[in-house]
């Protein structure tokens, strides 16, 4: 125990295993004891390793190009083109001959050497089994005559602006500055491989020390204010550290002229950003209209139907500027205006006192638009000078239908004598109309014809009739059989009148009586006033 813990101190060397390799003395013992049956005479961590490996797999690969035999002459089954075994002249590689190596036996091709791995489970899925890492050297190599060139032209530059330098030394000041100038930014061209690494962070990631290697270039000039440090008013712009973003203005009362930072919505709103923003929002309502556009499927597609619709649609706004400058006019050109507009206005000049009185110049009454005193069909009057009975017509034929002919003095008689005759004829036929004779109502019997004159209705069998209907009535809406009194009444009333007991032939004849009560009670449905009578 003394031992493992002084091991574990570093006081004591480690143990090593059969390999001569140390074993870290932190490992646990269930760990570092080897199982009974290994039958382990010295320690050893061989049995946490895959220490029983299959003879039949193996990690080589295909000798590529090896050839193994060449013939003299022709061998019976070998390729007929080039004469080798391990193929045939359907799979040859080689140029199609004139007359291939079974007809000349000549230039025999060698045999192959064919090669047959089993290989094991990770043998198959790798992806550099096989590779000869010497192959990458000429990758190297022409990087490395590519860097070369590259120093020796910027080199040559150098010592071209160094001659120039020294010829113009009686030049001025401020060419030797500019070109001072110039020979530092050359120089740090020339030094660029040594300053590459200027702004490098190391950040470990996915170690036992917090993770792998990588590197972060931070491109930000260490002499620039950070975003977060504009404005250190605690209600100013909000600050995320974690997407390092500040989408507010932190200075909004300053000149914008003399602003370095607006915020990060500035960016999003000005730039190729909106017009990349205006392309989505395209993208977007073309595929809710039916096109088949996707903006990260078919970028270039979804940009080239973008500038197709801004040129149909700067087209589509031309042709409509365009018809309503033909149908309107353009105010903005130097054409003359039409006579109709300037026949509506004057430029005499007229003068006005205080109390709105003409001192000088006579007042311009006001014209119409359209052309005035034309007189057309014969008319000595235009239209619209007479007026009755609210429309408009010729004073000089009082005619209210506009470009007709004129009939003058004739035809103003001929109308006042048309309507006087109207007048009378209207007179003529109010006095003529007399009152309608009176007519008799004749009374229809209840099927239909006139009623006979001879026709006498009996009062007590027609109350008769009608209550036996109204009983009737009653019977049908109660929907009950032994309230039917009026047929146990009928039967014994006939009963009683015939005096029979066998063959009893009851009176079912229908008397006036009962087709008037009839009539009475019957409800006419297409009568309108039906609702009236109960």
């Not at 087209?315 to 018809?323: D, I, P, Y």
């Not at 004829?425 to 009152?435: C, Q």
């Not at 005096?499 to 032939?505: P, S």
């Amino acid at each position: 125990m003394e031992l493992e813990e002084a091991r574990k101190a570093g006081l004591a060397p480690t143990e090593v295993d059969e390999d001569g390799k140390e074993i870290n003395p932190h490992i646990p013992q269930y760990m570092s004891s080897a199982p009974w049956y290994l039958n382990a005479e010295r320690p050893s961590l061989k049995h946490q390793r895959k220490w029983k490996s299959d003879p039949n797999y193996t990690k080589s690969w295909y000798d590529r190009g090896a050839k193994i035999y060449q013939a003299d002459k022709y061998r019976k089954g070998a390729c007929e083109n080039c004469g080798a075994m391990t193929h045939d002249a359907k799979s040859c590689m080689e140029r199609p001959r004139k007359l291939g190596a079974k007809w000349t036996s000549k230039n025999i091709a060698p045999d192959e050497k064919i090669e047959t791995f089993e290989l094991d489970y990770d043998g198959k899925r790798d992806r550099w089994n096989g590779y000869d890492a010497a192959s990458y050297a000429h990758v190297i190599e022409r990087y490395e005559a590519r860097d070369e060139a590259r120093r020796k032209f910027l080199k040559e530059q150098q010592l071209k602006k160094l001659e120039e330098k020294n010829n113009n030394q009686n030049g001025e000041d401020s060419d030797d500055e500019e070109n001072e100038d110039a020979l530092k930014v050359d120089e740090a061209k020339v030094d660029e491989s040594k300053q590459m690494d200027f702004a490098k962070v190391e950040k470990r990631v996915r170690t036992t020390g917090g993770g792998s290697t990588g590197t972060v270039r931070n491109l930000r000039i260490r002499e620039d204010t950070a975003k977060y440090l504009l404005n250190l008013d605690v209600n100013s712009a909000h600050y995320d550290p974690k997407t390092r973003s500040m989408r507010e203005d932190p200075l909004p009362d300053m000149d914008p002229n003399e602003k370095f930072y607006a915020g990060d919505n500035q960016n999003r709103v000005s730039g190729q950003a909106l017009e990349f923003k205006q392309l989505n929002i395209h993208a977007w309502e073309a595929f809710e209209k039916g096109n088949d556009v996707h903006m990260q499927a078919a970028p270039s597609q979804a940009e080239l139907l973008y500038k197709n619709f801004k040129v149909n649609k700067e087209k589509l706004k031309s042709q409509v500027k365009e018809t309503i400058m033909d149908k309107y006019g353009n105010a903005a050109t130097d054409d003359a205006l039409p006579v109709e507009l300037l026949l509506g206005q004057s430029e005499r000049e007229v003068e006005y006192d205080r109390a709105g009185r003409i001192i000088k110049g006579q007042m311009a009454l006001p014209k119409s638009k359209y052309e005035e005193d034309v007189f057309i069909n014969n008319h000595t009057s235009v239209w619209g000078s007479w007026w009755k009975d609210h429309q408009w017509g010729y004073k000089c034929c009082k005619q209210f239908i506009r470009n007709s002919y004129c009939t003058g003095t004739a035809g103003i008689e001929a109308a006042e004598a048309a309507a006087d005759l109207m007048k009378a004829n209207i007179a003529r036929k109010e006095a003529a109309e007399e009152v309608p004779a009176m007519t008799e109502e004749k009374q229809l019997a209840t099927w239909g014809t006139d009623i006979p004159e001879d026709l006498v209705l009996d009062q007590e069998k027609l109350a008769l009739s009608l209550k036996k209907f109204q009983t009737l009535e009653s019977v049908s809406q109660r929907h009950c059989i032994k309230n039917m009194h009026f047929y146990d009444e009928r039967k014994r009333e006939e009963r009683d009148e015939r005096k029979r007991k066998y063959n009893v032939k009851w009176n079912d004849e229908v008397t006036a009586e009962d087709m008037e009560a009839y009539r009475m009670k019957k409800v006419h449905h297409d009568d309108p006033m039906k609702d009236f009578l109960h």
